[in-house]
């Protein structure tokens, strides 16, 4: 079917159809968004870029607490191990067997819960 | 020309967009307004289509023209926005009317220009979206069958068939609502 073929009265009846209007500039408010994307990109690039070195002092920040509790945690139980003798012996026992009893409890939920999945 | 501008485009000058913005926003917004038939909507087809465009410009191959890719960028998004309005873009709604476009033709030619458009749109609304759709791109539009086959991404038969469909799906649903008003006038 070439252009030539076209239905001349439907198209004549079709050109009556409204043909609706824009409300507003097209060109400016979609430039704008086309801007806004471009900047927000460029942003998220910038963030990314610095979400690392954000990491990294989280990462130093939790290591250093990590040793200034133990620090703490240690002298602490030594301080107690003065006036009570094998204080720090009970207090590893007691640390080591609620680690091993946690690590089995979660072994148990998981295999428990994939036994459930079947 | 445009591939100049694609060129630019890709190569981050944001400014260069602007070029195929004032050259296609008046067909693209003829083209959504085909698809949706509401001007709001239109709108808001045309302003997504081209940030889409804007987005997938470095996807475009060259396969077709910019302007048949942007096209079909803007019918599927004229059609994400009828199926969240809920409405049906392809529907099999078999009109078993006989048809005479003579018939038609001269009863709605002896109606006032106002008149005649309130018939034509309310036709086209009551029509399925694609049939509406394809049936003003080829003839409001001009566009050739060649490029509704890669805009609306169907086969050429395809497109014959649901144009000749169209064709009579249009003068089947005008011709009853010009009886319709006609016995209510009477």
Do not use: C
């Not at chain 1, 159809?17 to 097209?26: E, V």
């Not at chain 2, 260069?16 to 003829?30: L, P, R, T």
């Not at chain 2, 038969?157 to 799906?169: E, F, M, N, T």
């Amino acid at each position: 079917m070439k252009k030539e073929e076209r239905d001349q009265e439907l198209q004549k009846l079709l050109q009556k159809a409204s043909k609706g209007n824009s409300r507003f500039d097209l060109t400016s408010v979609i430039m704008n968004q086309v801007i806004a994307l471009e900047v927000k990109n460029k942003l998220a690039k910038k963030y990314l870029r610095r979400s690392w070195i954000f990491v990294g002092l989280a990462s130093l920040l939790a290591i250093k607490l990590l040793y200034i509790f133990s620090y703490f945690q240690t002298s602490f139980i030594a301080s107690i191990d003065i006036y009570y003798p094998g204080f720090a012996q009970v207090f590893l026992y007691f640390t080591i067997s609620g680690l091993i009893g946690w690590f089995l409890y979660q072994i148990n939920s998981i295999v428990s819960m994939q036994m459930s999945l079947k | 020309m445009d591939s100049i501008y694609i060129q630019k485009v890709t190569a981050g000058d944001i400014n260069a967009f602007e070029y195929f913005v004032e050259k296609y926003k008046g067909k693209a917004f003829s083209v959504a307004f085909s698809v949706v038939r509401d001007s709001t909507l239109a709108d808001d087809v045309v302003q997504d289509a081209f940030i889409n465009a804007y987005k997938k410009i470095e996807t475009f191959r060259g396969d077709s023209t910019f302007s048949t890719w942007l096209m079909r960028i803007v019918v599927n998004q004229g059609i994400k926005v009828l199926r969240k309005k809920k409405v049906q873009f392809e529907r099999s709604k078999e009109f078993a009317y006989e048809v005479i476009d003579s018939n038609v033709n001269e009863s709605i030619k002896s109606m006032q220009a106002k008149e005649q458009q309130f018939y034509i749109d309310k036709t086209l609304k009551t029509m399925t979206a694609r049939e509406a759709s394809i049936l003003q791109l080829f003839y409001l539009q001009e566009l050739s069958l060649k490029e509704i086959e890669e805009i609306m991404e169907l086969s050429a038969d395809h497109v014959k068939v649901i144009l000749h469909r169209a064709r009579k799906q249009f003068y089947g649903i005008l011709q009853k609502e010009l009886k319709h008003e006609l016995t209510s006038i009477i």
